[in-house]
């Protein structure tokens, strides 16, 4: 079973910086996509960024130009680096993977998701 552990969220003033992490673990075969999600109350969970295997990258239009992510393969980790913060960014952010891992023998295929990391954008 592969878990995703996520930190860095907090409260930060508008304009402020943030870097979110998210590492993954074990029985791991290979990742392939590995991105960051949010949601709001009473919201449907809506992607902010994501980065596929070869690096190449896709962000929401609201988040262009001052979101980036990006992964380290070593460690698994995926990470992503919020500037020019506003108070519309406030949510609780998901790390999301996907890849394949053992189960016993065998490759599986696995879509897993972190526990949600509290982000608050306010004076």
């Known amino acids: 079973q592969v878990q995703l552990v996520e930190s860095g969220g907090g409260l930060v003033q508008p304009g402020g910086s943030l870097r979110l992490s998210c590492a993954a673990s074990?029985?791991?075969?290979?990742?392939?996509?590995m991105g960051w999600y949010r949601q709001a109350p009473g919201k449907q969970r809506e992607l902010v960024a994501a980065?596929?295997?070869?690096?190449?990258?896709n962000y929401a239009d609201s988040v262009k130009g001052r979101f980036f992510i990006s992964r380290d393969t070593a460690r698994n980790t995926v990470y992503l680096q919020m500037n020019s913060l506003k108070p519309e960014d406030t949510n609780v952010y998901y790390c999301?993977?996907?890849?394949?891992?053992?189960?016993?023998?065998?490759?599986?295929?696995?879509?897993?998701w972190g526990q949600g990391t509290q982000v608050t954008v306010s004076s």
């Open positions: 999301n993977v996907e890849g394949r891992a053992w189960v016993g023998s065998r490759l599986s295929a696995y879509d897993s």
């Open positions: 074990g029985p791991i075969f290979d990742i392939n996509t």
């Open positions: 980065i596929s295997s070869g690096g190449t990258t």
